[in-house]
């Protein structure tokens, strides 16, 4: 079966809480298991990062879910194409809150959301690239 991988950046509507991530997270492990859909989701200053694996129709649809949630705005898509492998396989749904600055990666990944957030490039390549580069390695 191919996969996809899809990448975007929204904004929250409003500050999120830990309780609030975890159940979201929580609730996205239940629904992508479901629909065999990997991936991370990363959060920093009311800003959400979100890597997605799965079949192209089934990214679609699910982003298309998403697009409609109230919890967020100025949703940007960065990133859909054809992959040759999962990078998130062990996860239906990771989360990383970069607010509480325990990530191990955590320069490079608020480095990749600002410029996400601003639309720029980062060493000429785009920050979902970048992304998913950091965690093939």
Do not use: C
């Not at 500050?15 to 159940?23: F, G, N, T, V, Y």
């Not at 890597?51 to 859909?80: C, F, M, Q």
């Not at 785009?126 to 580069?133: C, D, E, K, N, R």
Request: aromatic content about 8%; glycine content about 4%.
């Amino acid at each position: 079966m191919s996969i996809n991988q899809l990448v975007y950046v929204s904004q929250s509507a409003r500050k999120m809480s830990l309780d609030e991530l975890r159940a979201i997270q929580a609730k996205a492990q239940s629904n992508n298991q479901l629909i065999d859909v990997t991936g991370s989701l990363f959060y920093n200053g009311g800003w959400f990062l979100q890597v997605l694996e799965g079949p192209a129709a089934t990214l679609t649809a699910l982003y298309e879910k998403i697009s409609k949630d109230p919890r967020h705005k100025n949703l940007r898509l960065l990133y859909n194409e054809p992959a040759e492998f999962r990078t998130f396989t062990r996860w239906s749904m990771n989360m990383t809150n970069l607010d509480d600055r325990q990530s191990d990666k955590y320069e490079k990944l608020v480095e990749i959301i600002e410029a996400a957030k601003a639309g720029r490039r980062i060493r000429s390549m785009s920050p979902a690239v970048v992304l998913l580069h950091m965690f093939r390695s």
